[in-house]
């Protein structure tokens, strides 16, 4: 029998083709979806609700064409954060989450200690944001930024295939 991480759920073939299906579209209806994976449509139901209450599925979101909304410019964030402490890192984690143009923020190993995702309408406003908001949020020793020319590649659907799976219960 295969060991799992305590907070992990059990995910078996039935889910990961409901999962792969969702990524795909998630806007298909039940129905829909049941009848791609072989399933009754109660039972296809039960397992996205379990899904989602057990937060293998976070949310359903529509994916926006940030151009095409007039945020034109994303950069990448080198943060280090000065002094190294706990009371140093909550406040900063406290602001970052507070700000809207911050779309991802992760604690990376290395010299900086963050990289952030920003997105903004102009350079000119990502130079302000640096400027009125970044550097002034409790912590932020240094400031490194990468701006994004093109992107070439943008997926949001893991890469599942391969993943180690337990059997199917009865359905």
């Given at each position: ?18 999962i792969t299906r969702l990524q795909a579209d998630?806007t298909i209806s039940n129905a829909e979806l ?134 199917p219960k009865n359905h």
């Open positions: 029998m295969q060991t799992h991480p305590p907070n992990e759920p059990e995910l078996d073939q039935i889910d990961m083709a409901i998630a049941a009848k791609k994976i072989n399933l009754s449509p109660s039972a296809c139901l039960g397992r996205c609700k379990r899904l989602k209450q057990s937060g293998v599925i976070r949310q359903f979101a529509a994916i926006i064409d940030e151009r095409k909304v007039g945020l034109d410019v994303i950069t990448y964030v080198f943060v280090s954060l000065s002094p190294h402490n706990r009371v140093t890192t909550d406040a900063f984690l406290k602001s970052i989450r507070q700000i809207p143009n911050v779309m991802e923020c992760h604690n990376i190993s290395g010299i900086h200690d963050y990289l952030l995702k920003i997105i903004s309408p102009s350079i000119n406003d990502y130079r302000n944001f640096v400027i009125d908001t970044l550097i002034e949020v409790p912590g932020v020793g240094k400031v490194e930024t990468s701006v994004v020319l093109s992107t070439e590649k943008l997926s949001y659907q893991l890469p599942l295939a391969g993943k180690k799976l337990v059997e």
